[in-house]
């Protein structure tokens, strides 16, 4: 049958099992808008407030079901605006498809108004990118983005369509749905060898990363840890892989992580890394990451061996066949005296303050979230104090629970992947914790939030400076606060009501339990929770860039005192 291009665009998405997508129309993608249209009853369009709320939320729909994420943009500033939220999903392995409009093909090269190169611009930060020019390929290529996107170490793809494209005919041929490319199994020499060094391990430690969300390892990283008794430390993206109440969990690993996480992986003879780059932020020196053990590196994506942290292993393939192949093989050890080391470097939570009228404590609020709401509540996080925060103490039980920018770090990403994960989760219960620094950069999308009546509930940890920032400048540069006590006077509440959302307010420590409750029973839209937090509240423990476990610092009033 013949249909425009528009129109064999849609019928892309929905062969590929797409039902949503979020995007803002504009002059480039009016054939496209209109198609939408005509389809509405197939495919739901979620319209953001902005271009960077439309790619996060994306990204949010897809790290909450593992499906490739969509968001549809106009050309030119349209299609700029995408950038940050394809880069946020470039550095996390985030498999997403974002489609943008461009002027007519003859008017290509000529700077003509709302012209953009964004395959150029988009080449560093995509798995690959297309610009179509002929409507006769316009299927083939949405179906490669999909494969793309989804196969092997996942992420975005950007397809370009020239305005003249989307409306010109073409046969279209429906197709199956495209599926990721098969990944060829570790070869059968590093398989002994691992295998090998495992047997013989005394401290074996396991430390998982992202790759585990991605590949859908998590069962089989518990399998492994339980038939060896290895204990399990995590990368802030792998958080969710491993549960945190399992025994053998000793936490987030890195520059924020847990002493006893920290302590482990000093010690252990053997660490075996699961789908986890060896970030600065978790190997801080890479030189003396790990030092005195052997270290078996498992990967689905071959560029990440070797970059930053030596192995002794390397096993390329997929995590979890990975994963199985290796548990299958081993016999069952008992590592008793090394689990027993391991706890000794745990350190406990503080209790929660018994005086109601005591200053609020970010940890309490967050805590006290965890125990008001089910193991099935999907929590998103921006970036800065509150995301580490978040981290150490609202504690993960699954994967694709928590949503966060890890690599990128991109503050303004939680309000679009909040409505990204309500659209995906629409029977869970959203929560988005973020600082007034990052919820100023998009609260725009508060008013998306209202119009789809998305009861997402909304932790605004408040306390008036850019928080990690000034943190730093307490640290390391000597209370110099430049540019991070900005002074500004926003009344959260009223702003919220303003967009037509419920604001409450907590200001002490007697207000979290009956505020969060109020705040979590609203089913009728998102409401905003102003927390008012100390300036001064900093997120510890703290390993300073480039340094060890053995410089960490545990006590801000310590640290200054050794100063």
């Not at 605006?81 to 093909?105: E, F, H, K, Q, R």
């Not at 038939?227 to 491993?242: A, R, T």
């Not at 109440?245 to 002493?259: K, Q, S």
């Not at 909040?418 to 989760?425: E, R, T, V």
Request: glycine share 8%; proline share 6%.
């Amino acid at each position: 049958m013949k249909l425009n291009g528009s129109e064999i665009l849609l019928e892309c998405l929905l062969e590929q099992g797409v039902d949503t997508v979020f995007g803002y129309p504009g002059g480039t993608v009016l054939n496209i808008y209109d198609a939408l249209y005509k389809y509405s009853d197939r495919i739901q369009h979620i319209l953001t407030a902005h271009e960077q709320g439309a790619s996060h939320a994306a990204d949010g729909y897809a790290r909450t079901t593992g499906k490739v994420g969509v968001c549809i943009a106009t050309s030119g500033p349209g299609a700029t605006n995408l950038v940050t939220g394809i880069a946020t999903a470039y550095m996390d392995s985030i498999p997403m498809v974002a489609i943008t409009g461009n002027v007519a093909t003859p008017l290509l090269g000529r700077d003509s108004f709302q012209e953009i190169d964004i395959t150029g611009v988009t080449i560093p930060i995509t798995k690959h990118n297309f610009l179509v020019k002929d409507v006769n390929q316009l299927a083939d290529t949405v179906r490669l983005a999909f494969e793309i996107a989804q196969s092997g170490r996942p992420g975005p793809v950007l397809v370009d369509i020239p305005k003249d494209v989307s409306a010109a005919l073409a046969e279209y041929t429906p197709a199956p749905a495209v599926k990721a490319r098969p990944i060829a199994p570790p070869k059968a020499d590093r398989l002994e060898r691992t295998v090998e060094i495992l047997a013989e391990a005394k401290r074996p430690l396991l430390y998982i990363g992202g790759g585990v969300i991605a590949s859908g390892a998590a069962e089989q990283v518990r399998a492994l840890a339980e038939k060896l008794d290895i204990p399990v430390c995590s990368s802030l993206m792998g958080l969710g892989g491993f549960p945190a109440d399992h025994p053998l969990w000793l936490g987030m690993v890195g520059m924020h992580g847990t002493r006893a996480a920290n302590c482990a992986t000093r010690d252990c003879d053997t660490l075996i890394v699961c789908g986890a780059r060896f970030s600065d932020r978790v190997a801080g020196n890479p030189k003396g990451f790990a030092a005195g053990a052997k270290i078996i590196h498992m990967d689905v994506d071959h560029a990440e061996f070797d970059k930053n942290v030596l192995s002794t292993v390397r096993l390329a393939g997929d995590l979890k066949e990975t994963l199985a192949i290796v548990t299958d093989r081993l016999d069952p050890a008992c590592h008793t005296e090394w689990l027993a080391a391991c706890a000794e470097n745990r350190v406990e939570w503080p209790a929660f303050p018994t005086d109601p009228e005591a200053p609020v404590d970010p940890s309490v609020i967050l805590r006290t979230l965890r125990d008001l709401t089910d193991r099935d509540t999907v929590l998103v996080t921006d970036v800065g104090q509150h995301q580490m925060w978040s981290a150490q103490f609202y504690k993960q039980y699954a994967p694709r629970h928590l949503l966060t920018s890890g690599g990128l770090g991109t503050m303004g990403y939680g309000m679009g992947a909040a409505i990204g994960a309500q659209f995906a989760a629409p029977d869970k219960k959203i929560a988005l914790v973020t600082g007034d620094g990052c919820f100023h950069m998009n609260l725009n999308e508060l008013t998306t939030m209202v119009s789809y009546k998305l009861p997402v509930v909304i932790l605004l940890m408040d306390n008036r400076v850019l928080g990690m920032v000034r943190q730093w400048q307490k640290v390391f540069y000597q209370k110099r606060f430049a540019a991070t006590d900005p002074e500004r006077q926003t009344d959260f509440p009223k702003l919220a009501e303003a967009f037509g959302c419920k604001g409450l307010v907590i200001e002490k420590n007697g207000d979290i339990e009956p505020v969060l409750r109020e705040a979590l029973a609203t089913a009728d839209g998102p409401v905003l929770v102003d927390c008012r937090i100390s300036k001064d509240a900093n997120v510890l423990p703290m390993i300073p860039p480039g340094g060890s476990v053995d410089q960490m610092i545990e006590s801000m009033e310590e640290y200054e005192n050794e100063r």
